[in-house]
């Protein structure tokens, strides 16, 4: 059983919980966002299983997971990043936030997020129990694809992109 770590709103540790039930009470714990770019910045995205305990089948950030207890969210960050897309890269943490969203299954998303950004041209070799497909696609692509298309994105990945606008404008113009 796979359990989170439930924090506060300053991302003080307040406890742990068993996943599933984190999400389907809402509380805020702690969770891990990566997003690989290649050298041509484009973004990396995965497609989750359609298995998935929730937002099966819908295109999403490289990497989304939680620390497990006693595990940093770099280290969580890598782990998850290896696991779901087989890759092992530098990563750089670049900012945290906090959101609530409501999904399918009758869960919420309370997540203290923390944001990484790694580069690489390695080629995924995807976890199929978790990921069914990938793509890499420039930033302005992606943003008028889930303008027509939003209902095939995460709900946190939407957010995501709006809370990391800045950030991947910068890493992208550095990759050109």
Request: net charge negative.
């Amino acid at each position: 059983m796979e359990q989170v770590i439930l924090v506060d709103s300053k991302n003080k540790e307040i406890g742990i919980m068993e996943k599933i039930e984190a999400h389907r009470k809402g509380l805020l714990h702690r969770a891990v966002s990566v997003l690989i770019f290649n050298s041509d910045g484009q973004i990396l995205l995965q497609k989750r299983a359609k298995s998935k305990y929730h937002s099966g089948g819908l295109w999403t950030n490289t990497t989304c997971s939680h620390p497990i207890p006693n595990e940093s969210a770099i280290d969580a960050a890598k782990r998850r990043l290896f696991e779901e897309m087989g890759i092992k890269c530098e990563l750089e943490e670049k900012f945290t936030f906090i959101y609530k969203a409501f999904l399918d299954n009758n869960m919420i998303e309370n997540e203290f997020d923390h944001v990484f950004f790694g580069t690489t041209d390695i080629l995924p070799v995807i976890n199929t129990e978790e990921v069914s497909d990938y793509k890499y696609i420039s930033y302005l692509n992606l943003i008028n694809d889930i303008e027509f298309n939003p209902d095939n994105y995460t709900v946190w990945f939407k957010i995501l992109l709006k809370e990391a606008e800045k950030e991947i404008f910068k890493a992208t113009n550095k990759l050109k």
